[in-house]
């Protein structure tokens, strides 16, 4: 059982990002408050379940949460300032959007940064732990998901439909034929012997 909180504050949001691992498109985060009361049968962490299931507890999320939040961030901004700091910024940034502004925090993972001086924890595999992560984890999952398929209709040839943007063989052998495009991370290893691409 997923427990409801963290911390015995009222407002705690919890935050999570899909699409790190990825060399093509977006990290894309999300934050949700979940009210007091809040119960969703099947919620776990978005690894977990299909995409069936993900997709039907997407909109139930949204309907029930006191508030939610979702941020993409491009290529260009994972290569400026890399994966990790780009995955904090994206989480930050939903905190920011949350209305009303929580008053604690928990963050999957274990790295975060101050944001507005709400107190926060990260909690490792927090997304298998408390309901509000969870929740974010789908919304983040689901969000991003949408966004390659639209991706995908611009450059068929990476099958990002199907792989999202990780690192298949299928996408790598893609990226070998063709080369990357202005979805690809370029500070990623986009190709294991990375000589092999000539850009």
Same mark, same amino acid.
């Given at each position: 059982?997923?427990?409801?909180?963290?911390?015995?504050?009222?407002?705690?949001?919890?935050?999570?990002?899909?699409?790190?691992?990825?060399?093509?498109?977006?990290?894309?985060?999300?934050?949700?408050?979940? &009210?007091? *009361?809040?119960?969703?049968?099947?919620?776990?962490?978005?690894?977990?379940?299909?995409?069936?299931?993900?997709?039907?507890?997407?909109?139930? %999320?949204?309907?029930?949460?006191?508030?939610?939040?979702? !941020?993409?961030?491009?290529?260009?901004?994972?290569?400026?300032?890399?994966?990790?700091?780009?995955?904090?910024?994206?989480?930050?940034?939903?905190? %920011?959007?949350? *209305? &009303? !502004?929580? *008053? /604690?925090? %928990?963050?999957?993972? *274990?790295?975060?940064?101050?944001?507005?001086?709400?107190?926060?924890?990260? %909690?490792?595999?927090?997304?298998?732990?408390?309901?509000?992560?969870?929740?974010?984890?789908?919304?983040?999952?689901?969000?991003?998901?949408? /966004?390659?398929?639209?991706?995908?209709?611009?450059? &068929?040839? /990476?099958?990002?439909?199907?792989?999202?943007?990780?690192? !298949?063989?299928?996408?790598?052998?893609?990226?070998?034929?063709?080369?990357?495009?202005? /979805?690809?991370?370029?500070?990623?290893?986009?190709? &294991?012997?990375?000589?092999?691409?000539?850009?």
């Amino acid at each position: 059982m997923l427990a409801l909180k963290f911390s015995n504050q009222l407002l705690e949001a919890g935050t999570d990002e899909a699409g790190r691992g990825c060399l093509a498109g977006p990290v894309t985060a999300a934050a949700v408050l979940l &009210p007091e *009361n809040f119960e969703l049968e099947l919620l776990n962490d978005s690894k977990q379940l299909s995409e069936k299931v993900r997709e039907k507890l997407k909109p139930l %999320i949204e309907e029930k949460a006191i508030s939610f939040a979702v !941020t993409h961030l491009g290529p260009l901004v994972i290569d400026e300032i890399n994966i990790l700091n780009a995955s904090i910024k994206a989480m930050q940034e939903c905190i %920011i959007k949350l *209305n &009303p !502004t929580p *008053n /604690y925090i %928990i963050v999957d993972g *274990n790295r975060f940064k101050p944001v507005q001086n709400i107190p926060y924890s990260t %909690i490792v595999k927090g997304d298998g732990k408390y309901l509000s992560i969870a929740a974010a984890s789908v919304l983040a999952k689901t969000y991003r998901d949408a /966004y390659m398929d639209k991706i995908h209709e611009e450059f &068929p040839m /990476y099958n990002w439909k199907k792989n999202k943007g990780y690192p !298949t063989v299928e996408h790598r052998d893609a990226i070998k034929k063709y080369g990357p495009c202005k /979805y690809h991370r370029m500070s990623f290893r986009l190709l &294991p012997e990375q000589l092999k691409l000539d850009l």
